[in-house]
């Protein structure tokens, strides 16, 4: 049995600890608030601020762990590199959480060292070289803080005016301490995919099938396996993201986001962790699903193949309002229906937009996907959060 320190729990973290409690693993779960959803699953868990590196450090030397699993951004990594000179494991590695956690270090790697095609982009750290940069890379571009998550923060510039709105809200979506943006060119994509890229201690590099999604708010709202890509795409993704991975180390899962243009694929994001797109694998559309996958990859069982089982999609229960006391209805005509099957997160509290839960579908993969992911739709619909 290994002792793993899980530093984030939310919905995909509760789905990890699930995954290691069906092997025998044991499980601290971190957060900055009780009751999260992954604490609910777990054996332990501790309340800290993850950007207080002593209060860290205290914890890693109380629980004493073999593996340090982060599930968010948000958390003070350059200390992971002391962690990894103790003996633990961090995964997927000290340098991939620590790049990761930053969008400039990410970007700069795959453009600049590995010659990667991404967006034109530029950085700023106040809102007078926002307006230099966006002269720089045009109009329309996105705005993104180079620490943040789940979109927070992003927005899109599309006229002189917004500038000011875009750093401003920049701003207050910034996680960490530092407050600065990564200003890209808009690129005018006809569909964007994640490429889950799992590595191995000594095995190969695997790949699951491409996984579409639709974002809102700079969140996803609905993600579909397997995405339409041609094979020459898919070649040149899996290469990119192979390299990428590689120049990270360490093994575990990693979600490559790409846009797909006519003249070939981008690089967009990497997160080195199960991604809230890849939650359509519960739809049992693979082998394992992608925090099995992560689990295997971390404690060096070697994965055999992933094989795609089923077409399937994904769509998520959004809150509306705030509560300290969200309920739910529909979740009986929900569960009446064929091939469909749902996850409710578990958390305490809600707001507008609040990801409370996730719509699984799935079916034959003869289907055609576009009917699978609009069953998700209308399905998801059929649940209300309450306050």
């Known amino acids: 049995m290994s002792k793993i320190l899980l530093l984030g729990s939310g919905e995909l973290g509760k789905e990890f600890v699930i995954a290691a409690q069906r092997i025998g693993q044991y499980i601290i779960a971190v957060d900055n608030y009780a009751n999260a959803p992954a604490m609910q699953v777990a054996h332990e868990f501790e309340v800290i601020n993850m950007l207080d590196g002593s209060e860290l450090d205290r914890i890693v030397a109380k629980h004493k762990p073999d593996f340090i699993v982060p599930e968010i951004e948000a958390i003070r990594t350059e200390r992971f590199y002391d962690y990894e000179k103790q003996g633990i494991t961090v995964v997927p590695s000290a340098k991939a959480a620590n790049f990761t956690m930053n969008r400039k270090a990410i970007r700069d790697l795959a453009a600049k060292d590995l010659g990667l095609r991404t967006a034109n982009y530029r950085y700023a750290t106040t809102a007078d070289e926002l307006q230099k940069a966006v002269e720089e890379v045009g ?170 089982e089923k077409a399937g999609a994904s769509a998520v229960i959004l809150a509306t309002e705030n509560s300290n006391n969200p309920t ?55 649940i209300t959060v309450n306050h």
């Open 139 to 308: 109009i329309p571009c996105v705005v993104k803080p180079l620490m943040s998550s789940s979109g927070k923060g992003q927005s899109t510039i599309k006229t002189q005016e917004d500038i000011v709105k875009a750093w401003n809200y920049s701003v207050e979506g910034s996680r960490g301490d530092v407050v600065e943006v990564i200003v890209e060119a808009f690129v005018n994509f006809y569909s964007e995919i994640t490429l889950l890229t799992v590595t191995q201690k000594n095995n190969q590099t695997l790949f699951c099938a491409p996984i579409g999604h639709r974002q809102e708010r700079g969140d996803y709202q609905e993600s579909w396996q397997p995405a339409k890509v041609s094979d020459k795409d898919l070649v040149e993704a899996q290469e990119m993201a192979r390299k990428v991975t590689e120049a990270l180390g360490g093994a575990g899962l990693f979600g490559v986001e790409f846009f797909l243009k006519d003249e070939g694929v981008y690089f967009s994001e990497l997160s080195p962790r199960p991604h809230d797109t890849g939650m359509v694998t519960l739809a049992g559309t693979q082998n394992f699903n992608e925090f099995e996958l992560h689990l295997r990859a971390i404690l060096s069982l070697p994965i055999f193949e992933i094989t795609l």
């Open 328 to 382: 739910f209805t529909g979740i009986e005509k929900v569960a009446s229906l064929p091939k469909t099957d749902f996850r409710i997160f578990g958390k305490a509290s809600s707001r507008p937009y609040r990801r409370m839960g996730v719509v699984l579908t799935n079916d034959s993969l003869e289907t055609p996907i576009e009917e699978i992911v609009e069953q998700a739709k209308e399905t998801a619909k059929l």
